[in-house]
């Protein structure tokens, strides 16, 4: 029977909760991810959906105003969620990685962090994307509103 090497144990174990930690705070199916202070990007465009001017002098003007807003908003919301998390595996990095007293293992948990920090990055920015897609076809949406008649 063949001993398990216990360098290869810890670094599997790490693996494995870094990947669980992750994968429970950003899900890359969805991007949904559970911060406490900030704003998922893919709810805001919510909030502006529906706008309509129809009738006004500078509808077309006023959608452009709100889809602006959107897309500040959507960016705002990206940015925060962006710097949260680059705290929370600064953090996670210096609690788990840094106490590693083998160099080898210290430098494979700094390794598996980045990996984590990159993968979160990605999909915070893909949700971002989507968000600004979303204000794009509100604006859309709001400018062809803008030919109807009351």
């Known amino acids: 029977m063949m001993t ?14 870094i990947f669980a930690g992750a994968f429970s705070f950003a899900n890359s199916a969805s991007a949904q991810w559970s911060d406490p202070v900030c704003v998922d990007p893919n709810t805001v465009p919510g909030v502006f959906e529906g706008y309509t001017f129809n009738g006004a002098v500078k509808c077309e003007s006023y959608c452009k105003m709100v889809a602006s807003n959107c897309k500040s908003l959507v960016k705002d919301a990206a940015s925060c969620n962006q710097n949260s998390w680059k705290g929370y595996w600064n953090l996670f990095d210096k609690a788990s990685c840094d106490v590693q007293e083998n160099p080898q293992d210290r430098k494979d948990c700094n390794a598996m962090v980045k990996g984590q920090r990159s993968l979160v990055h990605g999909e915070i920015d893909s949700s971002k994307d989507m968000a600004l897609d979303a204000c794009d076809m509100n604006l859309a949406n709001c400018i062809a509103n803008c030919a109807l008649v009351l």
Not at 7 to 17: E, I, K, P, T
């Open 4 to 17: 398990p090497n216990p360098r290869a144990l810890r670094l599997a174990l790490l693996a494995a909760a």
